[in-house]
């Protein structure tokens, strides 16, 4: 396996947190995952933006974990191949995700004693990493913002009742 020369390196010290944030946007019918990573004076992590296929679900995330670098392109990688790689990761580990522009590694290490645990690479799928991707401009009536836990809550309990639909109505007096 070639080692991977990072631009940029994440550092995830809870990576419990981070597998639930991509199992949430994996309950949108979204394959492809574009992560932009971001350090700046108001945020530093990651930010997903993508609208699915059908173009009725919004999907604007941000994760805040630790970046060291100085160059950041958006990387794009397979949803189902990331979850895949983060299956195996326990709560008591560390992830340094490093990206050199062409592969993206996801090292899994003991947070205590730094030994290395896991190690997956993912291709990325898009060649031009440079061009940043952008959701068409678009005005809304209602901006609903929902905490995570109870989004997670909400979708838990339409799965168990086995809805393959979610709706929601604003009401307006």
Do not use: W
Not at 101 to 114: L, P
Not at 132 to 144: A, F, T
């Amino acid at each position: 396996m070639k080692r991977v020369r990072a631009k940029f390196t994440l550092r995830i010290a809870q990576p419990q947190s981070v597998k639930t944030f991509f199992e949430m946007i994996h309950a949108v019918p979204i394959n492809e995952l574009a992560i932009q990573v971001e350090k700046s004076d108001d945020f530093t992590g990651m930010i997903v933006e993508k609208i699915d296929a059908k173009k009725t679900c919004l999907v604007n995330a941000r994760y805040m974990c630790d970046v060291e670098g100085t160059d950041f392109p958006s990387m794009s990688v397979s949803l189902k191949d990331l979850l895949i790689c983060l299956k195996g990761v326990a709560p008591h580990y560390v992830l340094e995700v490093e990206f050199d522009g062409e592969d993206v590694a996801i090292v899994a290490r003991d947070a205590i004693t730094r030994v290395k645990i896991n190690n997956c690479v993912l291709r990325t799928l898009s060649d031009d990493m440079d061009e940043r991707l952008y959701l068409p401009e678009q005005s809304y009536d209602y901006i609903v913002q929902i905490d995570r836990h109870t989004l997670s809550k909400i979708i838990n309990q339409a799965s168990d009742l086995n809805a393959d639909t979610l709706r929601f109505r604003i009401f307006t007096s």
